[in-house]
Each structure stands twice: as structure tokens, then as C-alpha cells.
């Protein structure tokens, strides 16, 4: 499936899909990695390995609308039939998500519906949760709040501080990044209003 990710910064689950990729485990082509960021290390990563990258940065467009018609030509153009969010620091907006013709996935660092946006792992040290995790979600307009496809706790440490904690929920992003993409790719997933059922066979009940 010809797949697109989305970066901001340093891309280690950029790196998981890629090393799933390529390891056969996961069959995906990424076939183009953009950014919102020029300097993104994400996207030296990629071309490292030859996959097309470009930025699009918010300063260069009159409005977010502009980048946002310029991402999706630009996906169009590449004719993608899955684009991934992998660290994309923006929300895309209600057109971007209308027009998109392929499913969007993202993926965040907390259990959600809690701690939404930024810094999530610090929200859930302050709010003094036992447990958090990370969630694949399917991507919808609002901020981290579409259809759940997987979670993955973690447990809070007592002695944890925002980089420990960050670190382990990163490790389960790397592994649950890819098992999602793998069961929207094997067309495993029936969405039914907000809940996200897993099918043991395509097409399956
Ligand atoms: C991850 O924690 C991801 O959940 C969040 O941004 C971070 C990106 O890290 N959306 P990386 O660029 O994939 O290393």
C-alpha cells in the first residue's frame, strides 16, 4: 500500500514503519515522507534510504489552508493510499481530512481521551496517573480525538521523570505503530460509528 508519513522531528516511529517495511513484516511502500519542518531529522533519515522527502513549512503559504491544499497535491501527485502521522506537530484541518481520500492515521503518546496535545507524557506526571500508554487512532478533525484502533499501557514509576517515562511509552509506539498499520493494511478493521473492531480475517465478523 503506497503510504505517506507525516513528521515534525526526530522520527524513531518513522523508523519503526520503515524497519517493518523492509523487513517484510508490514506491507507498506512509503513513498513519501513530509514535513511541516525543514530541519527535521525525520526526513535526513528518509533520504538516507532514497524515499522522497519535502517540507512544507507554515511560513511560505499565506494561510495553513494553502500548505494543506500543497500536502494533498503533493499526495495525490504521489498517488497515496495511507498517510501516517508520526510525530506531525500540526492539526490537520476539516478540509484536509474531508478531501483526504485514504485513511489517516496518528499516533500519541498517552492513553487517550487523556492528556490530548502537547506534552502528554508531563500531563500525565502531573495529573499523577499510575498507568498511561499510547494510542493509534484514526484521524478525524478534531485534536487527538478520532477512533481508537489500539492502545498500549504503560505504568508510571514512582521515580519517573517526563524523559523516563517518555522513553518506555516510546518503546510500546514502536510496536504498536506498526501492528496498527498492519491491520488496516490487511483490511482488519471495521469501523462502527466511534468504535474500531478487529476482525480475525478481512472482511470477517
Ligand atoms: C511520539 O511520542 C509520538 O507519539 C508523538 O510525537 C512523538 C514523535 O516522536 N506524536 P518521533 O519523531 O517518532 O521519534
Partial sequence: ?????????????????LDASRGGNLP?????????RLGAAALDLSKEVGIPTRA???????HRQAQEEDLLTWMRENRVELLLLA??????GPQFIRQADFPVLNIHPSL?????GLHAQRQALEYGVKVSGCTVHLVDEGLDSGPILLQEAVAVLPEDTEESLARR???????????????????????VGRRVQILQQEGSE
Fill in 112 to 116: 487517550l481521551p487523556a492528556f490530548p
Fill in 1 to 17: 500500500m503506497r503510504t505517506a508519513v507525516l513528521v515534525s522531528g526526530r522520527g524513531s516511529n518513522l523508523k519503526a514503519l
Fill in 28 to 36: 507498506i511502500e512509503i513513498v513519501a515522507v513530509g514535513s511541516d
Fill in 87 to 92: 510525530g506531525y506537530m500540526k492539526v490537520l
Fill in 56 to 62: 512544507f513549512p507554515i511560513m511560505n503559504y499565506p
Fill in 169 to 191: 511509552i516510546l518503546e510500546a509506539e514502536h510496536r504498536l505503530y506498526p501492528e496498527a498499520v498492519g491491520l488496516v493494511v490487511s483490511g482488519r478493521v471495521k469501523r
